[in-house]
């Protein structure tokens, strides 16, 4: 038997290729994965860090507040009829708007919903405000975002409207008696009011044609628009960065935000905001529910003399400090005594909320971005003009009870320009004594924008600047 002699070649040892461990085979991804790129997702946006301080759930809260509307709102939606039109219930005439809300009334899960409805818009108010009041007294309004603040005062005005316009849906006494406040106070925008009533009520309120308008723009119109600015806002927030507390500046790298990821932190803990919102809300719903129908009754000559929930009661008392005789006209506009208080007086308190960013001197001329909240005694002017305002709200929530109370109305008017001018001047005080005495925060960071042959001598200018030099 011959034997095989020839040399075999000795086989090399198999090639091992390392994988990247990111890079995730394509029969292994999801669906979703493949065509989404849901990772390339979560690296850009997922990754965002979220400051983690009490008053920044603010925002969240009137963003949660207004999902819980949109929710409630559309089962709502299925049972309301918007019609103003006369309809037999039984053996009563009654409008088909005012009967559908009985029939919510009479449904338990329903009735629950519109309580809920109705506390969730009063909430979404407040934490809008007390939002508003946290950015305005730490002057974070100021550079670069001054645009997400004016869409901020828009929401707020757009949401006050919504929340004005959610009184007329279920059509009883109380119902058409303040959505006709409304009504006289749109007629008397001078030149223009007749038109604009019109459009807004759909005619003379209340015509058949009123609760159908009033209804589209409750339910689509602002919606619509809340939904859009709080999309743009929510951008802008990304785009920008959040401000920070003045801690965040020692442990925080320069430029980045100090906070918990979005994903899945700041997730976890915005679903937990949610269901305690909803949870609560049932519960408070359970225990202060909103009038019953019956308690006014449907559109009559009986109804007495009714005020505004307290987020539009301010105008309303204003609105009563008033003299009837303040009227005049000027070239076919008349100008009286429902524009100067109705229009006339939110208009400036919201125009100059508006401009706080440019009115606001720190803001002129400065060249880095302010990415921590300023301690509110550092600003005695902001201090000692926010805290007068708030005074002159309050004194005109006094004075749409001055006459049942008593009071005047020349000791009312005393009081609504008094109170507001000590209280914003003591607030100026307090905070320019005890500066000397407190070390000065810089709340401006560097920025990333500026090239670094600038950064020296424009940091140089900014603190001259902010110290008066």
């Known amino acids: 038997m011959q034997r095989d002699t020839t040399q075999k070649p000795i086989s090399s040892p198999p090639t091992v290729v390392m994988r990247d461990p990111r890079v995730i085979p394509s029969r292994q991804r999801s669906w979703l994965e493949e065509r989404l790129d849901l990772e390339g997702l979560n690296k850009k946006y997922g990754r965002k860090a979220f400051?983690?301080?009490?008053?920044?759930?603010?925002?969240?809260?009137?963003?949660?507040?207004?999902?819980?509307?949109?929710?409630?709102?559309?089962?709502?939606?299925?049972?309301?009829?918007?019609?103003?039109?006369?309809?037999?219930?039984?053996s009563d005439k009654l409008p088909e708007a005012y009967a559908s809300v009985q029939l919510i009334e009479s449904i338990a899960v329903a009735n629950i919903f519109r309580n809920v409805h109705h506390w969730s818009a009063h909430l979404m108010i407040a934490a809008m405000i007390l939002h508003a009041l946290r950015i305005f007294f730490f002057g974070s309004y100021r550079k670069p975002r001054e645009l997400n603040w004016i869409m901020g005062v828009v929401l707020l005005g757009v949401t006050l409207v919504a929340a004005?316009?959610?009184?007329?849906?279920?059509?009883d006494s109380f119902a058409v008696v303040a959505t006709g406040v409304g009504f006289g106070l749109a007629q008397s925008i001078p030149w223009v009011g007749g038109i604009a009533s019109d459009l807004f009520f759909g005619?003379?309120?209340?015509?058949?044609?009123?609760?159908p308008r009033l209804y589209t723009i409750h339910v689509l119109v602002l919606p619509a628009i809340i939904g859009g600015l709080t999309a743009a806002h929510l951008l802008l927030v990304i785009k920008q960065k959040h401000t920070q507390p003045g801690y965040a500046r020692k442990l925080s790298e320069p430029g980045k935000v100090l906070g918990v990821p979005l994903m899945p932190y700041q997730a976890i803990l915005a679903v937990q905001l949610l269901l305690f919102m909803f949870g609560g809300l049932f519960i408070l719903s359970a225990l202060l529910p909103v009038h019953p129908l019956a308690a006014y009754g449907p559109p009559g000559p009986g109804t007495g003399d009714v005020k505004a929930d307290w987020y539009l009661l301010w105008v309303f008392g204003f609105l009563k400090l008033i003299p009837s005789s303040w009227k005049f006209s000027v070239l076919g506009g008349t100008f009286g005594p429902e524009f100067f208080g109705g229009i006339l007086f939110p208009a400036l308190v919201f125009g100059v909320m508006t401009f706080a960013p440019f009115v606001d001197k720190t803001n002129r001329r400065v060249f880095k971005r302010y990415e921590y909240l300023e301690p509110p005694r550092q600003g005695p002017v902001r201090l000692g003009i926010g805290s007068g305002v708030l005074a002159l709200i309050g004194t005109n929530f006094l004075a749409a009870y001055y006459d049942q109370l008593g009071i005047p109305l020349l000791a009312m008017w005393a009081i609504t320009i008094i109170v507001p001018v000590a209280v914003g001047i003591a607030a100026w005080a307090i905070a320019k004594g005890g500066a000397s005495s407190r070390p000065y925060f810089d709340p401006t960071g560097i920025d990333e924008n500026l090239p670094m042959s600038m950064a020296e001598p424009a940091l140089r200018q900014s603190v001259a600047f902010q110290n008066g030099e």
């Open 164 to 171: 004005f316009v959610g009184y007329s849906l279920p059509y």
């Open 203 to 211: 005619g003379a309120f209340p015509t058949l044609g009123s609760i």
């Open 51 to 90: 400051p983690v301080h009490t008053t920044f759930f603010l925002g969240e809260m009137t963003l949660f507040s207004f999902v819980i509307l949109i929710v409630t709102g559309v089962y709502l939606a299925l049972l309301y009829a918007p019609s103003n039109a006369e309809i037999t219930v039984g």
